[in-house]
């Protein structure tokens, strides 16, 4: 297989697996579990072949050891888990979800995994328009998954739906994921890594433009007040570290006394203006349920505190005691609602210590290089590329999501998660960090490769000859680079 067919299959890979780990519940409506199953087993066998043909380097001082540590108490709860084998089922998905995030994060160049989620995101946006023109046309009504097979003679709660058919009414819309607040958080992502594309020229102007709007129609025609409150969150730490950029190393004192100043203050303004902030976003006084939900979560958790009741991830509502435990208005909800309550409540203490800990970690090191200026081989300094942005960036959005969904632990937030802490840390000795990548060249436009001539082979300097380049003449290494260039 020639080099740049190589470089596509694994693309093409690249952004499969990403498009999975984004539209899962896309994925379960349209083919139901047993279908879904199988797009896994080969996005999962897709991540070994990439890890067996690409034998990427295993550096022991460049794996995030918090990564493993969560692993391992997860592992160990096998042994204490009140649901043994819901836990088994639990470690497996989050098994090889991580094995797709390090395969991602060893074998690929950070700025190639960004162009293959901007891939993803740009799949999953133009797929959920798609989708929601076609129901407000066609079907102009609520839509319902292909699986399961809902009874439909009587009243389904809204969440069961696909699609409400709501484009035309200016939302709430759910496309392809079918939920508002997840088609929120792929538009915002889409944001962050657009905005980063086009501000370091790794996008054509009008591609990167365009598809900044649809971000931005997508996640103002989703009505999530979730995701708008996460987006304000990362426009702040962007502008703390266009602060950091500018101030440089030596003064960035007042940077991070000027942030936490910030954090307080922003406590207290949500305390105070909490009633006008849900009416604002018409939520109720319990937050569309979540305050009982984690009151419940956390009951669970302090009935075993330090080791949990057995890691999970995903709930699973045959299990007790999650059976009925999060119910409202007949919606049975599989999560509690924050990241950091489910962690505390599944693995105790122990287990909330390591996954802060790969959560600060990777905020940690993608701080600096967001900050830090870059430096060549030889130590000196280099520009700031805004590619190195986007770690932060989508860190910080996890991180204000987790605090009212707990989906960084599965599927696309647990990948990206992990993703970044391998990648920040695989780069921490990197010469230049994240850099960032010329746009590509459509084959169309793209000048014939010609290989460089090897003395001894004839033919290929009579094909060099025949598309009118000078036959190579040993001594004159300028006419050889000449014809490398070309």
Not at 63 to 69: H, R
Not at 121 to 150: N, Q, T, Y
Not at 245 to 253: A, E, L, S
Request: proline share 7%.
């Amino acid at each position: 297989m020639t080099p740049g067919r190589r470089r596509a299959l694994i693309g093409a890979y690249a952004t499969f697996a990403l498009f999975t780990v984004l539209a899962g519940q896309f994925w379960r409506n349209l083919l139901g579990w047993w279908g879904f199953g199988a797009v896994v087993l080969v996005v999962v066998g897709g991540g070994i072949a990439l890890i067996v043909a690409e034998r990427p380097a295993w550096r022991w001082r460049r794996i995030p050891k918090s990564t493993l540590a969560f692993l391992l108490i997860a592992t160990l709860s096998l042994a204490w888990s009140f649901y043994p084998a819901a836990s088994m089922l639990g470690l497996t998905i989050t098994f090889v979800t991580t094995l797709v995030a390090v395969a991602l994060a060893l074998c690929l160049s950070w700025t190639r995994i960004v162009r293959h989620l901007a891939g993803a995101i740009k799949w999953v946006l133009g797929l959920s328009l798609v989708f929601e023109l076609w129901v407000a046309i066609f079907v102009r009504g609520p839509v319902l998954p292909l699986f399961p097979d809902f009874d439909v003679d009587g009243e389904l709660p809204d969440a069961f739906f696909w699609s409400r058919g709501l484009l035309f009414s200016g939302g709430p819309i759910e496309g392809i994921v079918a939920s508002r607040n997840l088609l929120g958080m792929v538009a915002l992502l889409g944001l962050i890594v657009f905005g980063a594309l086009l501000a370091a020229g790794s996008v054509r102007r009008a591609q990167g433009i365009g598809w900044l709007v649809v971000s931005g129609v997508v996640m103002l025609l989703t009505r999530s007040a979730t995701v708008i409150l996460v987006g304000a969150l990362v426009a702040v730490a962007l502008g703390f570290v266009v602060w950091a950029r500018r101030v440089g190393p030596d003064r960035r004192r007042g940077v991070y006394w000027a942030a936490a100043g910030a954090l307080v203050a922003s406590v207290t303004l949500l305390v105070v203006f909490w009633g006008a902030l849900l009416d604002l976003f018409g939520k109720s006084e319990d937050v569309t349920g979540r305050f009982d939900i984690w009151e419940a979560v956390t009951g669970l958790a302090l009935e075993r505190p330090w080791f949990g009741w057995g890691w999970i991830g995903y709930w699973q509502p045959w299990v007790e005691p999650f059976d009925g435990l999060a119910v409202r208005n007949g919606v049975e909800y599989l999560q509690a609602h924050n990241a950091w309550l489910d962690v505390w409540m599944q693995v105790g203490v122990v287990g909330l210590i390591a996954f802060a800990s790969i959560v600060i970690g990777a905020l940690w090191r993608s701080w600096f290089l967001a900050v830090d200026r870059p430096k060549d081989e030889q130590g000196r300094p280099l520009p700031h590329s805004a590619a190195s942005l986007v770690p932060l960036l989508l860190l910080v959005a996890l991180i204000g999501q987790s605090l009212a969904e707990s989906r960084i632990l599965v599927e696309s937030g647990w990948l990206l998660l992990v993703a970044i802490a391998w990648s920040t840390k695989q780069r921490q000795w990197a010469p230049e960090p994240l850099p960032a990548e010329p746009p590509p060249v459509p084959a169309s436009r793209k000048p014939p490769e010609f290989p460089e001539p090897v003395e001894g082979n004839p033919a290929r300097f009579d094909k060099l000859s025949e598309r009118g380049f000078p036959e190579p003449v040993e001594g004159n290494p300028a006419r050889f680079d000449k014809l490398s260039e070309q």
